[in-house]
């Protein structure tokens, strides 16, 4: 059984910092690639930056280009995704996602998510 298990979110004013971060635990698996997605109220989910575990190739939504940074905590099976400047708009539920490769059939599967955890940017 695999967990994604998310923490940081709160509430910030415009132009403030948070700093969210998800563990993966279980057994039998090898991480691939870890992210994170938000979903606003009365949207689709959309992704904020990806990262992978081998090579650290990082992707990033344009629209957090240059306030996000996404990158992995000592253990490789924890991700942290560094938010600032925050805006108003970024106000969501962020969700935690991970593709892991089970170690005996070597399959890939991209459906693991965390709980989420809520973003309000508010003054």
């Known amino acids: 059984q695999v967990q994604l298990v998310e923490s940081g979110g709160g509430l910030v004013q415009p132009g403030g910092s948070l700093r969210l971060s998800c563990a993966a635990s279980?057994?039998?698996?090898?991480?691939?690639?870890m992210g994170w997605y938000r979903q606003a109220p009365g949207k689709q989910r959309e992704l904020v930056a990806t990262i992978t575990t081998p090579g650290n190739f990082t992707v990033y939504a344009d629209s957090v280009k240059g306030r996000f940074t996404i990158s992995k905590a000592n253990s490789k099976d924890t991700v942290s995704l560094q938010m600032n400047s925050l805006r108003p708009g970024y106000t969501a539920v962020y969700y935690c996602n991970a593709e892991l490769i089970n170690v005996t059939t070597m399959s890939r599967r991209s459906d693991y998510w965390g709980q989420g955890t809520q973003v309000t940017v508010s003054s």
């Open positions: 279980g057994s039998g698996f090898r991480v691939y690639l």
